[in-house]
């Protein structure tokens, strides 16, 4: 039986995608054991791209890789509880952009500041050499992941 070898940049990705759905994991526990109105992890999503800037309703969908329809409902709910609402662009009449509200900012502040809390004490176990390492190679992931196309 032959043995696979997986390249170093094979091993990382690998790594990479099995943390995914532990952080989604440790994220959403966290979010349904909150006693302040709930944030369902989609709402924190859409309100991380609205973060940022407005954009209209086809390019969170495209961003989110979900349908048009599917974007649209996430973003019904988050109108509703006032955290964003719709502008007519002023370049095009016709085309709408989705901007956080101040109410939809801080929800999203408050709630990340407490997903940070909660993540404090376990990583307060990582050595001060370990904690540097990780600091360093976030870093370092972050920019390169930025290249990434994803449009």
Same mark, same amino acid.
């Given at each position: 039986?032959?043995?696979?070898?997986?390249?170093?940049?094979?091993? *990382?990705?690998?790594?990479?995608?099995?943390?995914?759905?532990?952080?989604?994991? *440790?994220?959403?526990?966290?979010?349904?054991?909150?006693?302040?109105?709930?944030?369902?992890?989609?709402?924190?999503?859409?309100?991380?791209?609205?973060?940022?800037?407005?954009?209209?309703?086809?390019?969170?969908?495209?961003?989110?890789?979900?349908?048009?329809?599917?974007?649209?409902?996430?973003?019904?709910?988050?109108?509703?509880?006032?955290?964003?609402?719709?502008?007519?662009?002023?370049?095009?009449?016709?085309?709408?952009?989705?901007?956080?509200?101040?109410?939809?900012?801080?929800?999203?502040?408050?709630?990340?500041?407490?997903?940070?809390?909660?993540?404090?004490?376990?990583?307060?176990?990582?050595?001060?050499?370990?904690?540097?390492?990780?600091?360093?190679?976030?870093?370092?992931?972050?920019?390169?992941?930025?290249?990434?196309?994803?449009?």
């Amino acid at each position: 039986m032959d043995k696979i070898v997986v390249s170093e940049t094979e091993q *990382i990705a690998m790594e990479l995608l099995s943390l995914t759905p532990l952080l989604n994991r *440790i994220i959403a526990y966290e979010l349904n054991k909150s006693e302040q109105d709930e944030t369902t992890i989609v709402q924190l999503r859409v309100l991380s791209h609205l973060v940022e800037e407005p954009i209209t309703m086809s390019d969170l969908a495209k961003r989110r890789r979900v349908s048009l329809q599917a974007s649209s409902e996430h973003v019904q709910g988050l109108v509703e509880r006032g955290w964003v609402e719709r502008v007519a662009d002023k370049h095009d009449r016709r085309r709408f952009l989705l901007h956080i509200t101040e109410a939809g900012r801080l929800q999203f502040e408050d709630v990340r500041h407490q997903l940070i809390m909660s993540l404090v004490p376990t990583l307060e176990n990582l050595t001060e050499d370990d904690s540097m390492q990780i600091r360093q190679s976030i870093a370092s992931l972050r920019q390169v992941l930025l290249q990434h196309p994803i449009d």
